[in-house]
Nanobody, 132 residues
Framework: QLHLVESGGGLVQPGGSLRLSCAAP????????IAWFRQAPGKEREGVSCVSFIDKRGDSTNYQDSVRGRFTISRDNAKNMVWLQMNSLKPEDTAVYYCAADQFRDTYFCTGSAPKKDFDFWGQGTQVTVSS
């Protein structure tokens, strides 16, 4: 069982930056493709939205259109860590952000709303609030 832990969320002003981290203390993250998902407040019915994806080696990434150019996903398997660097944050980025992992997905396209079942393992989430 893969245990994922997100950190780095918090309150930030519009235009600010934040870096989220995803760690797996008991597992090797290099065995998994990783995606960041988010769930906006009051949008539980709509489910989660895929933000960004990175493959096992970090050779391939993709982003939801709304964050492309502002967010950057990266990983360092030697450090057993994945990050989501978020720049130029907007109020509409406010959400709970989740790190998710899947051992068998070599590719995934973050186009918006997606079912959680697309990825096998999920962290507990970290709150990001963008507000003046």
């Amino acid at each position: 069982q893969l245990h994922l832990v997100e950190s780095g969320g918090g309150l930030v002003q519009p235009g600010g930056s934040l870096r989220l981290s995803c760690a797996a203390p008991r597992s090797t993250l290099g065995d998994y493709s990783i995606a960041w998902f988010r769930q906006a407040p009051g949008k539980e019915r709509e489910g989660v939205s895929c933000v960004s994806f990175i493959d096992k080696r970090g050779d391939s990434t993709n982003y939801q259109d709304s964050v492309r150019g502002r967010f950057t996903i990266s990983r360092d398997n030697a450090k057993n860590m994945v990050w989501l660097q978020m720049n130029s944050l907007k109020p509409e980025d406010t959400a709970v952000y989740y790190c998710a992992a899947d051992q068998f997905r070599d590719t995934y396209f973050c186009t918006g709303s997606a079912p959680k079942k697309d990825f096998d393992f999920w962290g507990q989430g970290t709150q990001v609030t963008v507000s003046s």
